[in-house]
């Protein structure tokens, strides 16, 4: 069974500082892969999604990921954080054919004015 | 606003209670989710359910029961709940299978005395 690992619980940037949220799964096969956000008080929403092709992908508010195979790795990244980014951010991965999406625990991030 | 509502917002029940959440979207989706989050826990798939069949149960016990009477309805029935069933109970939909994207509520607040 799939699994995904977020390294970093809680992360405390300043603005205009550069983001890199670590995201690892562990399944051999096809995968697709989202970022979640939730801001405070809002729901869960999609930030980006990879499914095939190139693997830098681009997504809402700046935030872009990088699907590395070999690494089994899928991180978050942006260049210059605003305080509006403060939020719980989610990994999920989706595995060959299984219909189940799986999260990863979630990282906190709090970005200072 | 999603497009997809829970009620109710918070509900605490006794353990011999019998309660149940419901779930509506209005987006037009045929897949619909119960997923439980706890703290520092990953968020935990619970049921899918696809075209009004029940295509995953992710080892629930049998205390929590779905009902899916329709594409736009989902419920969760509980009795003879436990404390450790304490929890944010989120409910999501996609247009089918887990590739899509899934829109999630704002959930529901149980807590278990």
């Known amino acids: 069974a799939q699994s995904v690992s977020q390294h970093n619980h809680h992360v405390i940037l300043s603005e205009a500082a550069s983001l890199e949220l670590g995201c690892n799964y562990s399944?051999?096969?096809?995968?697709?892969l989202f970022w979640y956000v939730q801001y405070p008080g809002q729901h869960l929403q999609l930030l980006l999604k990879y499914f095939s092709g190139d693997p830098l992908v681009k997504g809402i508010k700046g935030f872009e990921a990088e699907f590395i195979k070999s690494k089994f790795s899928f991180n978050l990244r942006k260049p210059s954080v605003q305080w509006s980014d403060t939020a719980e951010y989610f990994c999920a991965v989706k595995a060959g054919g299984y219909q189940k999406v799986t999260f990863g625990t979630g990282t906190k991030l709090q970005v200072i004015p | 606003e999603t497009g997809v509502t829970q009620t109710p917002r918070h509900l605490v029940m006794g353990m011999t209670n019998k309660k149940s959440l419901k779930c509506e979207q209005h987006?037009?989706?045929?897949?619909m989710y119960w997923y439980k989050q706890s703290a520092k826990k990953p968020l935990e798939l619970m049921f899918v359910?696809?075209?009004?069949?029940?295509?995953e149960n992710n080892s629930v016990p049998s205390r929590f029961s779905p009902e899916c009477p329709n594409s736009s309805h989902l419920f969760l029935h509980l009795h003879t709940l436990q404390p450790e069933d304490s929890a944010l109970y989120l409910c999501a939909s996609s247009l089918s299978g887990a590739t899509d994207t899934q829109y999630f509520g704002p959930g529901t607040r149980l807590t278990v005395l």
């Open positions: 987006l037009g989706h045929n897949a």
């Open positions: 359910y696809n075209f009004k069949e029940q295509t």
């Open positions: 399944y051999g096969g096809t995968v697709n």
